[in-house]
C-alpha cells in the first residue's frame, strides 16, 4: 500500500488561488515560499516534489505544514529571533553615562585633564563607577549604536598669521604652475 504524503488537515479556510494571492502580495521572497509551500500541498504534490522543486529539504517541508496545520497563516508566517545577549548596562546606568557624555568632560568628572572622551576613559569610567569591564571596540560599538559619532580634534595655532598663510599658499599655488612635473 503507498503512503499519502504531507496532508493539511486544516486548511484554516484557506483556498488554492487565495494562497496564491497571499504569496503574490508577500514582499519577502522566503515568506512567500512559505506559503508556496501550503499551495503545493494543497495542490496535491507530495513534500519531497515540493522540496525539490522550491529548493529546500524535506524536513523544512514537513515543518511548514505542521506549522500551518496547526495554527494556521499566522503559526506559519511567524519568526522568532534570539534575544541577544545581555547589555553590560542598566537602562539608568546607559542613560547616566549618555549624560555624562553628552554634558561634561573628563576633566569635569574628576578623570584626569582631558578636555575629550575617548574609549580609553570611558573604559575606566566603566570599571570604577559602574564595576563593568567592557572592550574598547565594544566601547566603540555601543557609542555608535547610541548615536555618537568619532571626531578627531582639530588643532588651531594661537600665534598663527593670517596674512603670512594666505602669501604662502600663493606662492604654492605659482610654484605648481610655473615647476614642470616630469615623473620617470
Not at 17 to 29: D, G, I, S, T, Y
Not at 46 to 64: D, K, P, W
Not at 126 to 149: A, P, Q, Y
Request: charged share 30%; proline share 4%; with cysteine.
Amino acid at each position: 500500500m503507498r503512503k499519502k504524503g504531507l496532508q493539511i488537515t486544516n486548511d484554516h479556510g484557506w483556498t488554492i488561488e487565495r494562497l496564491q494571492e497571499q504569496e503574490r502580495k508577500m514582499k519577502k521572497a522566503n515568506m512567500a515560499k512559505r506559503i508556496a509551500v501550503i499551495r503545493l500541498i494543497m495542490q496535491g504534490y507530495l513534500g519531497i516534489q515540493v522540496a525539490e522543486l522550491l529548493n529546500l529539504h524535506r524536513e523544512t517541508v514537513s515543518i511548514y505544514v505542521q506549522k500551518f496545520t496547526q495554527g494556521g497563516m499566522d503559526a506559519l508566517l511567524e519568526r522568532r529571533y534570539a534575544p541577544g545577549r545581555k547589555p553590560y548596562l542598566s537602562p539608568e546606568e546607559e542613560r547616566e553615562l549618555k549624560k555624562m557624555l553628552e554634558e561634561s568632560t573628563p576633566a569635569d568628572e574628576g578623570y584626569g585633564i582631558e578636555t575629550g572622551w575617548n574609549t580609553r576613559i570611558i573604559q575606566h569610567v566603566l570599571e570604577e563607577k559602574f564595576s563593568v569591564t567592557m572592550s574598547r571596540g565594544g566601547i566603540g560599538d555601543m557609542l555608535h549604536r547610541w548615536g555618537f559619532r568619532y571626531t578627531r580634534p582639530t588643532y588651531t595655532l594661537k600665534r598663527a598669521n593670517p596674512q603670512k598663510q594666505k602669501e604662502f599658499q600663493q606662492e604654492m599655488e605659482l610654484i605648481k604652475k610655473t615647476c614642470p612635473t616630469t615623473w620617470s
